[in-house]
């Protein structure tokens, strides 16, 4: 029962461009959402988090957006780096419920 | 530098074997928690621990054991009973027990069963 999706299994970008990585959920209750960034050989690390009282989240090139309605949420990259070429894991949970996450999106920015 | 510490990197097994995976974590967190990935699928919660000598299962908990005797210590035992356990796994921790904190993550222990 994935409850966080992400649909995009891979994205490439040019560097200075914005990449834009999605995420779905299914259930209404989740009330905080998180980035996580992963690269090769190492653990994800937190990027960037949204409380659903919120719809838009932004630090530095970073800027999470949340549409409650449609229940999706999406990570915009401006501009994109070489350095940001890793996976992105989206992750939500439900007040104190464990949090779940999704499969993931490989990001690769082209110099 | 705190953080978290997984070993080995990578772990071969025979079937049949248990196997021990460890995380330790210099951090004072709290808790701490497995996970496990597959290709194609997202973090699977395992065991957590939100206090010493406490743990709770989470969705895949069969053919897994932890311990927590120590706050900074959180072994996995993957047992025979696993019936698939080759994967890529990873331990976090968190600075208090609410599961909206920010997880931090170990670089993981890829386990692959012979």
């Known amino acids: 029962d994935q409850q966080v999706k992400q649909n995009s299994p891979s994205l490439s970008v040019q560097e200075g461009r914005i990449s834009i990585l999605n995420c779905d959920y299914t259930n209404s209750m989740f009330d905080y959402f998180l980035w996580y960034k992963k690269y090769p050989a190492e653990g994800p690390t937190f990027l960037i988090s949204i409380s659903s009282i919120k719809d838009k989240n932004e630090d530095g090139r970073f800027t999470v957006f949340l549409n409650k309605s449609a229940k999706h949420l999406s990570l915009h990259i401006v501009p994109s780096q070489p350095g940001d070429s890793a996976v992105y894991f989206c992750a939500a949970s439900a007040g104190n419920n464990d949090m779940r996450f999704g499969a993931g999106t490989r990001l690769t920015v082209k110099p | 530098d705190g953080g978290i510490t997984q070993s080995p990197k990578y772990l071969f097994r025979k079937e049949g074997q248990n196997v021990t995976l460890s995380c330790e974590q210099n951090l004072n967190h709290d808790a701490m928690y497995w996970y496990r990935q597959d290709p194609g699928q997202g973090l699977r919660l395992i065991y957590y621990?939100?206090?010493?000598?406490?743990?709770q299962k989470g969705d895949i908990a069969e053919g897994y054991s932890v311990s927590r005797e120590k706050k900074e210590s959180f072994p996995l035992t993957v047992t025979s009973a696993q019936k698939n356990p080759t994967a890529f796994y990873l331990c976090?921790?968190?600075?208090?027990?609410?599961?909206?904190?920010?997880?931090?993550f170990g670089p993981g222990t890829r386990l692959t069963v012979l």
């Open positions: 976090a921790s968190t600075r208090g027990a609410g599961w909206a904190d920010t997880q931090y």
């Open positions: 621990s939100q206090i010493v000598n406490d743990f």
